[in-house]
Every structure is written in structure tokens, then in C-alpha cells.
């Protein structure tokens, strides 16, 4: 399996605190996505990182910042969360590879509660 | 912005039969790469089977195997001799050529095996 954690698994938060998930990799990808999973959207992309201090928006990136100051670390801030944002957030990572075989891995999923 | 469209938000089907998972998507991109994901309950994103745009060969994986239409735009996902095991939440994910490396799913696919 690849060595892709996040932290926390589950969390429970009140409306208007600031959140910070993590996502760790031991792959040395290149590149990180946060995806947030809601019933019916499938999973929708937030962020993604191209490198270090690279990072470009998804389709749903409003109220969401990130950061990555090294390979292995991709943050996740919710800078004042609201009830829209519970949700099941995944982190996922590739290798970048010039491989078309070359898949993305995901982290186990953290489950975010915002009352 | 390219689209991933399923248009079938659950199926079910006995075990042993064979299922097909429609998708299609929308792009102006001439090579690219295609994906199903399984996500059983327990959460986790597994690959299924993955295709280039290039290839023109179907790509299978024991019992799973796609048929790919480019000119239609179009990556079904055929199971055959269905099991329980099975069921899950497929996803359809496109990603864009190199460069770029953007991750899009779609809304996915409930698939529930009848003992």
C-alpha cells in the first residue's frame, strides 16, 4: 500500500473555527489533490499541489486554503468552517512519472463534522 | 473544464450475472487517461482498471474489462461473474495529459450484488 496518511480521521468542529487537515506521503510524489466527498457530487476537487509552494485551485476551492512547504506534507485549512463543509475529504498523491500507468493513491478519509 | 458524467446513480444486479457501469466525459484533449475506482464501505479508493487514450485495445483485468469509445467519448466498465464482493461505489476519473495532471471523478455509481 502507499504510504499515504491523514490526520485527523474524524473530527467534530463548531461553526466558525479554523481547521487544519494533514496529509503525509513517504512516496515522494510529485503531486497531492484534497478531494471532498459529499452524497451525489462524487468526489470534487479542492486543491492540488504541482510541487513544493505550487498549488492551484479545483472546482469547489472557496473557504478552503493549502499549503505545502515540503514533498511529503499537503495542508489543508478550512479558515472559518460552516456546516457546508461536512464532508469526507480525501487526500490523494501521484508519482508524476511520465507513465500513463501510473495511478493515484489515496489516504483513508477524514470525516469532518461542522455544528 | 473537462466533465465526467455517470448517469447511473445505483444499480443492482444477482451474483454471477454481468453489469455494465456507463460513463462518458467531455474533452478537447486528443491523449489523456481514464480510470475506474472502487470504493467499498469500508472507504477506500481501490483501482480497478485504468486506460490510455491512445491505445486502442480495450484494457481488462480478469473480470473487469472497459469498453472505450473515443470517438463517443464513452469508458463502460463491464463486470462479469459478479460478486458479493463486489459491491461498492465505482468512480469514473479522467486525468489530464502531462502538464497539467488534474484528477476528475464523477458522481459515481452505487453497485449492489444480490446473493
Known amino acids: 500500500d502507499a504510504g499515504i496518511t491523514q490526520s485527523p480521521r474524524h473530527k467534530v468542529t463548531e461553526t466558525g473555527t479554523p481547521v487544519t487537515l494533514r496529509c503525509h506521503q513517504t512516496?515522494?510524489?510529485?503531486?497531492m489533490y484534497w478531494y471532498r466527498q459529499d452524497p451525489g457530487h462524487g468526489l470534487r476537487l479542492i486543491h492540488y499541489?504541482?510541487?513544493?509552494?505550487?498549488?492551484d485551485k479545483g472546482e469547489v476551492s472557496d473557504g478552503y486554503s493549502v499549503s505545502r512547504s515540503k514533498t511529503e506534507d499537503f495542508l489543508l485549512t478550512l479558515e472559518s468552517a460552516t456546516s457546508s463543509q461536512t464532508s469526507v475529504y480525501f487526500c490523494?498523491?501521484?508519482?508524476?512519472?511520465?507513465?500513463?500507468?501510473?495511478?493515484?493513491?489515496f489516504g483513508q478519509g477524514t470525516r469532518l463534522t461542522v455544528v | 473544464a473537462q466533465t465526467v458524467t455517470q448517469s447511473q446513480p445505483e444499480m443492482s444486479v444477482q451474483e454471477a450475472e454481468t453489469v455494465t457501469l456507463s460513463c462518458t466525459y467531455d474533452t478537447s484533449e486528443n491523449n489523456y487517461y481514464l480510470f475506474w475506482y472502487k470504493q467499498p464501505p469500508s472507504r477506500q479508493m481501490i483501482l480497478v482498471i485504468r486506460q490510455e487514450a491512445y491505445k486502442q485495445q480495450n484494457a481488462t483485468e480478469n473480470r473487469f474489462s472497459v469498453n472505450f469509445q473515443k470517438a463517443a467519448k464513452s469508458f463502460s466498465l463491464k463486470i462479469s461473474d459478479s460478486q458479493l464482493g463486489d459491491t461498492a461505489m465505482y468512480f469514473c476519473?479522467?486525468?489530464?495529459?502531462?502538464?497539467?495532471?488534474?484528477?476528475?471523478f464523477g458522481t459515481g455509481t452505487r453497485l449492489t450484488i444480490i446473493p
Open positions: 499541489s504541482y510541487g513544493v509552494k505550487d498549488t
Open positions: 490523494a498523491t501521484y508519482s508524476g512519472l511520465w507513465d500513463a500507468y501510473t495511478e493515484a493513491f
Open positions: 476519473a479522467f486525468r489530464e495529459p502531462l502538464g497539467n495532471e488534474k484528477l476528475t
Open positions: 512516496e515522494n510524489h510529485r503531486y
